[in-house]
């Protein structure tokens, strides 16, 4: 397991042309290594769209619900005042006044929430080992990688083809 | 259509880049020595910042009576320049989220720096709520923390309290948003880094950014999000900041326009700053094939714009002052424009309202130099508009007996010019240690908007850029 | 003070005990009780093993904890017996009397733990009723002025000796008095005015003793502000050489030449409360108040009529009045701007014949004769002012002490024993005072320290302070009051009767010789419990044989008619006694100094005050409206120019400031400054272009103009010769003024209205078109509503139990300010210092807001149109009509303040207070700024410790960084820190208080029972406070008149403080 080839392109366009190909061919890409985002890429190397937002929305409405709740303790329930005769009675009333706050909690609960998710489904997070093949794929180096296991084509086959999409280089890795 | 495109529209990257050439230019600041331009320029932020630290330090050592304050004026410079430094922090997010809701590819080029700058600037505006206050060591009270008194919380009816929490919520995910952007071109350092050090360093910052296509789909996303998140948080900082005075029943301050007219000014004096800050940087480092001629015209206009917002906000006040039959409304208009402070007055109007509109002329809004000088006046002007709200509206209020007028200290003068030193202090760092350019978006937008395309590319048409 | 106490472990200590004093050297003085586990058998044989260690560990931990919890020495020093009926946190209250040769009043003294903390007037008075004022309650800082005298001194070679005993004194002086009695020579007892029957006593057992021994004796009364002239006429008219009993309360027309008798003159505190009592619309009438004078006093600011004059003229004005209301003839031409308003005065004098009364305040013995004259003619004798039952608080004889100051310089004086009076400083120069006191061989100074005459002296003989003596007053014929001591002497200093008697051979204790001789002359009873009885309430008025005096013109008349005429010069000087200072007894009481000139909001300095146009001349500047709001305006960075006044040979350069409502051809200066001593307090910053850099005590507050009074048949405070006034250019002086602006904008803030209209509209004042309108907004389905009812939300129960209150009768104000230094007094309100309120800094959490109607008075804020409209109404008028309005917090139940701060530091009590917490306030002043009234104060400074090189001031002026001084602090309120807002607390300590004691009694809290420190300060009963949830309580009805409203009612605060209209009889 684990015998693994990355094709290193010098061009976002071909790698993108060269990736339609071998998708055609049924090769299964596992994945690209880019400096920026190729766009279109995903759908034909099979990469999904991210599920982020659905949790950011989560994150917004626990926020929101968390605000209003602390609004509901902090200034009703728990020490209620008369504060230049506004309504410390009931929430509804006083509503209004903690709009602003309870905006701004939501924003801030969806926004760090979301980072936080982002950080860890990319496994990103401080000190982490880098997993992009070759430094030059951060520069102007685009890697495609191909496990061999259970591939339509020879290892042989696959490097010619892999030639014949434009690739500049090939590694190989056991 | 994007060859189209890039031939009727002027490129946004001069000269004929490949992506390497980008990574080169982009890290080049940060790999070789600053220049002595860049030193100049620190030591003079540096002095000024220290001489502002001594300041504020007194204050915060002797009391607050070491300001020009007094029983009828209780706030002045210092709240002046926290909305200053505030609507500066303005412009950073709104470019790089509303511009990016735009699809404007303009902002690109810019967007880091403004945003480094936002950071920075609201940095400066958090200082101020908190040296302002009497006791500033029981600053944390304004937090709901149940604390040794028992449950006591703070008052969440009061703007101030609404300003805690945007300014905090603002700083940090502006901050957030800034990083995740940063992470992808920390790696191209940290792949590119050739002392052990900055492997290290890098190796961190970059959390170990692999730049596959999940991350990049991923990224993509949480970019767009926490952009739909930012931009209405922009909007609602300024409005609740402007809520400060809006919510007061101080002839002046009481005033319904406030939100709206606070935020256009904001991303009034933001854009003014960011253009200043854009020129010298184009200077320091010679970005001019990334800085160009087009970057500075698009901001002026948008300068142009909310400037004339601004003017036509101030005419609005003075009209329902009147229009409202409000003696006292009345005369807190007839004394900002007529009385002992129409000099603040009316150096606002020509700085605000008057002077932007040189913009309307092409010739002008491609002048450097003119550019320059017009974004510094701006930002006079748009102190001053903060001052005259502030200042006139108290200094002469309901009872005459209290009619008082406001005389700085030099503590006042000191912190602000203060806070002017460390902010550059910051960002001329920040400019040698971090890539002041976003490399993975310019990359994104070679091929469409370079000037020749992907230098050493066979293609020769462009793919659809995500719609 | 110094504070080198030493405090013993133990008897131990004291001893030097040997072993004790070896044992301290160690750490520990004793064994440590280690022994019980020590001791174990197991540790003697195993050693010390794992558990042991932790032992020891944990004993020894504990150990150094407990020793770092020893309580740092704190200052207080607990009974050794505890005094009966004194109860920590309870305070104790003495009725006493205060007279200092210019005030007197009987008061009523509150004390906290043995400290006299506050000053209230005795309601039990039948003479004061109850009044103090500004001085009177301020003077209770004086006791705890640590730069009093700590004890006798003499003076060895020119230098001063102290720390002396008191034989060290008595013995030489009586020694020097007996030689000079053994010469024949002259014993001189200089004092200024003794109402005292003891004291009087004692001075005449005195004579006697040493006339006995061959000298010549006498006793020469002086008053630093002469009343001879009245004295003097009275004594010739009436042969009684005494004030008459005036009864303001009678007089339906009260005309005044220039006698500020709300403010200065004579016994005003006995004044305000009776004419107050004449100005309640709701009786359906209102006494009519002429005053005509030369500079705008608090008396003149509260007249109906007012007609400026200059002095010459109003000399004039009297003889006018006189010769219309006489018949009698006597050439006297006035001039034609006021003649109108003298007609009219006399016109109204004729008509109330019997019920009118005319006072003049100067001290020209002639002008005295023809006002006595007036009031005969009008039959007022009897009435409303009645020598029947003489006043004595002042006796002062200018001739005797002018024949003095002559025999002095004659060197005919061999002693002198000075007493309570200060002449090296009150006198005119022209009597040499100082030069004569030098050829006195025995001078001996029976004051409270080394001031001006104590310094030329040879012997200090320091008397007590007031709150710490014995005696007994006698006002007024048949009023007798007592004073008795409120704490032990704090120094070593001895009642000058107790010396005087001493000097005179016969030792005796002060207190048993007033009881004697009060229980003998007084009471005419020998019983203790009567004594008692008397001292508890502190006055006696005993029937008065009726005896009536006969007016007997004639001679005097004439003279007077002949000789009533001034001549009059360009420029005719003034001087005058302000509310605060007096005549400068307290110069060096900072809170006097702090309280703002109640006409000119001035404070910490006299100055020359002019007629706007004279000032405009003196600048050289054209005289015109704008000119006159540029060139005259004083603020924070604003200083005032300074003017060289010249008085014959002698100059001062003073700053100018323009008066409003002063006469053209008037200058004015005030009394009672430059006294030595107030040097300390000053500064550069202080004094601007005046500060002498050379001779420090030239830097005094102020400039003492005593000296260029003018002497005519009496010590006159009018100069009408050759008095000069030019600009000094490029020199300037900071003024520290706590009112920059000065007209009312045609705003309704005082809300005015005139007696016919009021009479006219009862009923009616509150519709539209009334002079009380009541204002309405249309809520959001266009109902109208009153502001102070119209609500977002449910509004919070205000029926829960208390709500508290205050009405303000802005009728009755007469702005003198004792509510403001009461305040100061009950709250701990610290002084600030001339440089802080120069940057409208001062602290005062009441203020009185003075306004002068303005060029464009008569018109209201909807006829200011355009620039120079609102520019003109910012001018004022130069015969301006004045209102005064006390401001503190308002209390609103929907307060801005409360909703603004975002700790939740001011919130509002369930009594509708406003509450500041200040301990949770963390000093955002957000509060402040959206406060309508401004009334809210912020510790800019750590007042009660900061004193740094670049802060000096607190250290001088505020009474919390001294020592002593500290011990006037109300315990009941705390001292706040740096950094926090304060404010009015409605005295919330009082209310809790009184709410308990009602508590106790299980009753309901009565009307009165509690008063916040400014309503019972106010001597016209114009502040009053009460309970608006209890129909008992008078607030209920008074918030009901329809003079009742709202300071900015509009704003929608809807405060707990009712204003009442002010009514004018015109």
Redesign the interface.
Known sequence: MGNTIYALYNDDHVVYEGAKKLVKKGVKIKDVFSPFPIHGIDPIIGVRKTRLAICAFIYGLTGMSLAILGMWYFMIEDWP???????N?TLL?NLPAFVPVIFEITVLCTAHGMILTYFLRNETLPGMKAKNPDPRTTDDMFAVEIELDHQPLTEEELVAYLKETGAVEINKRY | MHIVEAEIREPLILGHKSYNDITEDVCRPIESRANSLWYMLFGLASILALWGLGNILYTVG?????W?????V??AWDITNFVWWVGIGHAGTLISAVLLLFRQRWRMAINRSAEAMTIFAVMMAALF?GI?????W??Y??LPLPNQ?GS????F?????WD?FAISTYFSVSLGFWYVGLIPDFATVRDRATTKLYKVIFGTLSFGWSGSAKHWNRFEEISLVLAGLATPLVFSVHSIVSM?FA????PGWHTTIFPPYFVAGAIFSGFAMVLTLMIIMRKVFHFEDYLTMKHIEYMNIVVMLTGSMVGVAYLTELFISWYSGV??EG?AF??RA?GPYSWAYWSMMTCNVISPQLFWFKKFRRNLVLTFILSIVVNIGMWFERFVIIVTS?H??????????F?PTYVDIGVYFGTIGIFFVLFLLYARSFPVLALNELKTILRATGEHGVKGSKAHHDHKEGH | MATNKTYWKGIEELEKNPNFVNNSKNEFSELLPVDEFLNKEEVKTEGTNRRDFLKFLGFSVTAATLAACEAPVTRSIPFLNKPDNLTPGIPNYFASTYYDGFDYASILVKTREGRPIFIDGNKNSTYTKGSANARINSSVLGLYDSKRAKGPAKKVKGSWAKNISWSEVINPITKDLKSVASRQGNIVILSNTIISPSSKEVVNNFIASYSALGAKVKHVTYDAISASGILDANNEVFGVRALPKYSFEKAKVIVSFGADFLGTWLDSVAYTKDYASTRKPENGWMSKHYQFESLLSLTGSNADVRGALKPSDLNNAVAYVYSKVSGDSVSASVPANVKAKLDKAIQDLSANKGSSLVVSGSNDKNIQVLVAAINNALNNYGSTLDLNQPVYTRQGNDAEFVALTKEMNGGKVDAILIIDSNPVYTSPASLKFTEGLAKVDLKVYFGDRLDETGILCDYLTPNHHYLESWNDFNPAKGIYSLQQPTIPKLFNTQQWQEVVSELAGQTINYAEFVEANFKATVLNSSSKADWNAALQVGNISNAISSSSVVANFGSALSTAKSKFKFQSGKFELELYTKVGLGNGNQALNPWLHELPDPISKMTYDNYVTMAASDAMEVLGVEDTSDNRRDYLYI???YPAKVVKLTVGDVSYELPLVAQPGQAKGTIGVALGYGRKGTELFTRKEWLGDLFDTENNNNNTIGKNVFSVANVSNTISNIVNSNVSVELVSGKSYPMATT???H?????K?VNETTLSQYISQRGTAKEHGGYNEQLMILDSYGVPNKPNEL?L????PIELVHRWGLSIDLNSCIGCGACVTACHLENNVPAVGKD?VR????MHWM?I???YSSVKAEKD??DLNG?QD?LDAEVSADEPTVAF?P?MCQH?????????????AT????EGLNQMTYN???????C???C???V???????YDS?N?P??PDFAKVNAAQDDLGRMVLNPDVVVR?????EKCSMCVQRIQAGKLDAKKKGEKVQDGAIQTACSSACPTNAISFGDLNDPQHAINKEKEQERAYF??EE?G??PNVYYQTKVRHI
């Open positions: 005042m008369n504060i230049g005769g506004k309504p009675y009333q | 002797v009391g607050i009576g070491v020009g304050l007094n029983k009828t209780g706030w709520p302002h206050m009497g006791r500033i029981q600053a009270w304004v008194f006591l919380w703070p008052n009816n009061s703007p101030l309290l805690v400060d919510t007061s029943v101080i003696e006292y005369y007839m004394n007529t108290l002469r209020d309901f009872l005459t007996s209290s009619w008082t007028m005389h | 603020g924070q960075d009112q920059t602006h007209t009312m904008m045609g705003r803030l609500d939300w449910a509004e919070h802080e940057r409208s800094r001062e203020r807001d003075r306004y804020y909807h620039r609102y309005q401001v609103c139940n929907h307060a801005p303040c409360e909703t603004v701060c975002p700790v939740a919130t509002h009590s369930d949770r306030c963390v000093g955002t002043r957000y402040a700024n959206n309508p009234y401004k809210r104060r912020f510790n800019w400074f750590q900061l740094i670049a802060f820190s740096r950094g926090v807002m300071l900015l704003v605060a809807q």
